[in-house]
Structure formats: structure tokens, C-alpha cells
């Protein structure tokens, strides 16, 4: 089955660690996106991507990493820079252009202990 | 800056009609989505609205007026699983599929 997989589902994280969020598609999809979702917030975009080897900053992106040396593969790392990481982390992918809708994954949720 | 308003509750009755709104104010426009989410799971795809007018599909209908600024997500025969937060989002001009989400409308479908 094509679709989207974030993992864990569940992520915890310590005060000055960093930790990576993965996301892996297998639509063949060229644009990869990050957001973030706060209580009653709408959603909020961190990092996009694309192409391979290339990615662009979005709204909130202080405090965050990403790479993409894969096409399938956009893995987020919140750094110990950010300082209010507890939230739901989104990944979607979409083809580039046209009317095409972004496809989520099931999402990561990250709690500071 | 980008701006994108919706109400933040709705209640309604199981098998009315309800109308959910969103206005919006962006600096460039390439069309409209609708997502829904259930609390803790991943938006999914509605409708998408580029030119003026109401698209329809099944229970679901959506509008948009470039001009106002405005769509509004139509759900009819209201069905309780249909309980959920339905975003609005707006996709920009200027590269990529960049979207730009609303808060979203917390809506509770009651017997």
C-alpha cells in the first residue's frame, strides 16, 4: 500500500536533547512538508522540500533541522533550541503543482519530560 | 502576513445541515482546501476549490469566492462521526504546494 509513515508515535524528549522524528513516503512524491500543531492551533509549517537535496525554511523553523537526501526519506530534528517542542508533529508529501492535495502522515507526538 | 478566519466551535444536530466559513486575506491565491482531523489523527482530504462556484461531492459541498475572500464547507445529513476539526487552508502562489492552514472549526454533532 503507497501512503505515509511517521515514526514513533510517541516521543519523548529530555531538557538539551535532540531528537529526530521520521518520515518515509513511498508515492513518489517530489514535495515533502513539516508542520507542527498546538492545541487548538491550526496547523504550522516548519521545514518544505521540493527536491531531493534541497529544502526551504517555513514560519516557525528556529529551533529545527531537516535533511533530505532521499526522495522517500524528509526526517526532522527538533534541537535543544527549541524551547517549546511539545506539540504534533505532521509530515505530508504532494506531487509538485497542479491541484494536487498534501497527503499527512499519522503524525508524532513529542512530550518534553 | 497571511490571514485565514474560522469560527472555533459549531454544534449541530445529527442529520441537519451545517455551514462552516472561512474568510481570508493572503498575498497571492492558488486555491482553497478543506481537511478534516479527528482529535489525534492526520487531516484528510475534502475538497478543493480554485475557480468561483460550489464544488460537490456526496454529503460534502464546498464554495469559493475569490473576490470576498470567502469559502464556506457545506455538510449535509449530519452523521456523528462527522465530529471533528475541519480545516481550512489556503495554497499560495510562488512555488510548491505551500499551504497556509486556518485554526480550524471544532465541530460537535449532537442527537
Known amino acids: 500500500d503507497g501512503g505515509i509513515t511517521q515514526s514513533p508515535k510517541y516521543l519523548f524528549r529530555k531538557e538539551g536533547q535532540n531528537v529526530t522524528l521520521s518520515c518515509e513516503q513511498n508515492?513518489?512524491?517530489?514535495?515533502m512538508y513539516w508542520y507542527r500543531q498546538d492545541p487548538g492551533q491550526g496547523l504550522r509549517l516548519i521545514y518544505y522540500?521540493?527536491?531531493?537535496?534541497?529544502?526551504q525554511k517555513g514560519d516557525i523553523a528556529e529551533g529545527y533541522s531537516v535533511s533530505r537526501e532521499k526522495k522517500e526519506s524528509f526526517p526532522l530534528t527538533v534541537t535543544s533550541a527549541q524551547k517549546n517542542p511539545t506539540a504534533f508533529y505532521l509530515c505530508?508529501?504532494?506531487?509538485?503543482?497542479?491541484?494536487?492535495?498534501?497527503?499527512f502522515g499519522p503524525g508524532t507526538r513529542l512530550l518534553v519530560l | 502576513g497571511q490571514n485565514i478566519d474560522q469560527p472555533t466551535e459549531m454544534t449541530a444536530t445529527e442529520g441537519a445541515i451545517v455551514q462552516i466559513n472561512c474568510t481570508y486575506q493572503?498575498?497571492?491565491?492558488?486555491?482553497l482546501f478543506w481537511y478534516q482531523q479527528h482529535a489525534g489523527e492526520a487531516p484528510t482530504f475534502l475538497s478543493y476549490?480554485?475557480?468561483?462556484g460550489l464544488e460537490e461531492k456526496g454529503r460534502f459541498s464546498s464554495f469559493l469566492s475569490r473576490s470576498k475572500g470567502y469559502s464556506y464547507l457545506l455538510l449535509k445529513e449530519l452523521q456523528m462521526k462527522d465530529s471533528a476539526s475541519y480545516l481550512c487552508?489556503?495554497?499560495?502562489?510562488?512555488?510548491?504546494?505551500?499551504?497556509?492552514f486556518g485554526t480550524g472549526t471544532q465541530l460537535k454533532v449532537e442527537l
Open positions: 522540500s521540493q527536491i531531493v537535496n534541497d529544502f
Open positions: 487552508a489556503v495554497k499560495l502562489t510562488g512555488g510548491g504546494n505551500k499551504l497556509t
Open positions: 508515492l513518489n512524491h517530489d514535495a
Open positions: 505530508a508529501s504532494s506531487v509538485q503543482g497542479g491541484m494536487e492535495t498534501q497527503y
Open positions: 476549490n480554485v475557480l468561483d
Open positions: 493572503t498575498s497571492g491565491f492558488n486555491g
